[in-house]
């Protein structure tokens, strides 16, 4: 009796740890069209968390009777979740007491579509069923990717059977839009697959709880001294590969079927393969194979395979059995090589990758982008060593480093701008020299795509101090912007004091900018 509670109890509990809230339940729904009969028929009955026949009371939603199945305005039925969740199924669930003449469920739609949308207006289609299969008064799962949405729209385009039972006076085939309950889940259902095998033959390897309509795989481990013949869903065969890759499905039951192997004829000795098969098989249950890049996890498992069948094989000589072991040793010995570790090398190219070119001198982007593209492979290569992922962090941040802002050429703009207006005719030839050296210089600087900020700030000052130095010829009125002088022989004055304030307040400008970027 207390094995019985026991059992009933761990059945129980698997129960609540596969229980899944239904997100829709409870939730508000709104319908194109919709036939009410208060206790009978309703939209909110589609999220009352109520399945049961007719004769229960509270069926469900139904539309009015239309003479075809093919809808001239779609049929839209609209449930508001309140928030946004993350959806991964929509369930649909018939009436479950509607059949058409021939049995099938009727009622149900035919061509549907299953919408998504984040405000209620625009919705996009995440899973489209055309010509639905008969459910057979099942519930009826749409599965979509991990998608965030507030509103889940049910869109009918054409409808199935008829009911059998339900001749109209005035339309003898009343087609119609029934349904129980509609519900809508984040977490995927889970379902058991039963695998059946003799323990004293091998093992079997792989998850058997997976979500439901997965694709899993289960291998197939014969133990020394069997050998593995297949996989069986009841009589029939499905596969004699070790590994076979499957959908997850409920009921879905699986036999490893193992048989012990014929003593080995005389003429080889397969000591030396048998015990390297076992150690190669505690490899493989060990982290070491876990951490292995796929390429050597590949060559491993062909080695191990072909060990196997040479170990199974009773004709084998004693040089094939000698090359099996030799093989699959040398398998076993390249497993030191462990797969990168990546985190770091995805942190800095999503930051490198995020890096506007246009900001920087085109001296060092070759090498950037050189570097960045190594990096690139480097994260794709899935047997990709720790020592290449490191190298490939430290080539693309000595890139990084070498890549220089272009300089900040405002100011000098502004004061080239002001030298172009200067009329060099009323100045002294060795000041017009001097001024003329300072633009000329400037000009050059502005023109250099891999000018330096020293360089771009040298040539300002320079230019900014050659145009206060500009000295006005000895009794030569002025015609420039400014006022004219009356002194003579004496510096710049009138445009030229204007022209120096101007400079000197670019220059403070410049020094703030300057200053604020190096913080930066």
């Not at 048989?259 to 076992?278: H, M, N, Y």
């Not at 950037?368 to 593209?373: I, K, Y």
């Not at 004091?497 to 000197?504: F, L, M, N």
Request: hydrophobic share 40%; charged share 25%; aromatic share 8%.
């Amino acid at each position: 009796m207390l094995r019985v509670l026991d059992a009933l109890k761990a059945a129980y509990q698997e129960v609540l740890d596969h229980q899944r809230d239904n997100l829709a339940l409870g939730k508000s729904v709104s319908a194109s069209e919709e036939v009410r009969a208060n206790g009978l028929w309703g939209c909110e009955y589609l999220t009352d968390g109520f399945k049961a026949k007719d004769n229960s009371a509270r069926i469900g939603y139904t539309t009015k009777d239309y003479t075809s199945p093919d809808l001239e305005t779609p049929i839209d039925i609209t449930i508001d979740l309140g928030t946004p969740q993350t959806i991964r199924e929509v369930v649909l669930t018939p009436r479950l007491s509607a059949v058409s003449w021939e049995g099938k469920t009727a009622n149900f739609p035919r061509d549907y579509e299953i919408q998504l949308s984040d405000d209620g207006a625009q919705f996009r289609t995440v899973c489209a069923v055309t010509d639905q299969q008969d459910p057979q008064l099942a519930p009826v799962s749409c599965r979509i990717d991990p998608t965030q949405a507030r509103f889940v729209r049910l869109h009918v385009t054409r409808l199935g059977e008829y009911a059998g039972d339900e001749g109209l006076i005035d339309n003898p085939t009343p087609y119609r839009l029934q349904l129980a309950e509609i519900e809508v889940f984040s977490d995927p259902a889970y379902c058991q697959v039963e695998v059946s095998y003799n323990p004293e033959g091998g093992s079997v390897e792989g998850d058997t709880e997976l979500p439901e309509g997965e694709q899993a795989s289960l291998t197939a481990c014969p133990n020394p001294g069997w050998v593995f013949r297949g996989w069986y869903s009841g009589d029939t065969l499905l596969s004699k590969e070790p590994t076979y890759r499957f959908t997850a499905a409920t009921g879905l039951s699986l036999t490893a079927l193992f048989e012990q192997e014929e003593p080995t004829p005389t003429g080889s000795d397969k000591t030396i393969l048998k015990r390297v098969l076992a150690y190669a098989q505690q490899a493989r249950e060990g982290g070491e194979y876990a951490g292995a890049i796929p390429s050597v996890k590949t060559s491993f498992d062909a080695a191990y395979s072909e060990a196997q069948r040479v170990y199974m094989d009773q004709g084998a000589n004693q040089e094939s059995v000698d090359r099996a072991w030799m093989a699959l040793m040398t398998e076993i010995h390249k497993l030191g090589f462990q797969a990168g570790q990546k985190q770091q090398l995805e942190t800095i190219l999503e930051f490198a990758n995020g890096l506007d070119l246009e900001q920087y001198v085109q001296s060092g982007q070759p090498e950037f982008q050189q570097a960045l593209a190594q990096a690139n492979a480097c994260l794709a290569d899935a047997d990709a060593l720790q020592g290449e992922v490191d190298e490939a962090v430290e080539a693309l941040l000595d890139a990084m480093v070498n890549l220089r802002f272009k300089a900040d050429k405002s100011l000098l703009k502004a004061v080239l701008a002001e030298a172009s207006t200067i009329d060099l005719s009323l100045y002294t030839v060795q000041s017009a020299a001097a001024f003329n050296k300072a633009n000329q210089v400037a000009k050059e600087v502005d023109l250099r795509e891999d000018a330096s900020q020293q360089e771009v700030d040298a040539a300002v000052s320079n230019l900014s101090a050659a145009i206060g130095a500009l000295t006005a010829i000895p009794d030569t009125p002025k015609t420039g912007s400014g006022p004219a002088t009356e002194q003579s022989g004496s510096a710049r004055t009138g445009d030229a004091s204007a022209t120096a304030a101007a400079v000197a307040m670019f220059t403070l400008t410049g020094a703030a900018i300057v200053l604020w970027r190096k913080k930066q």
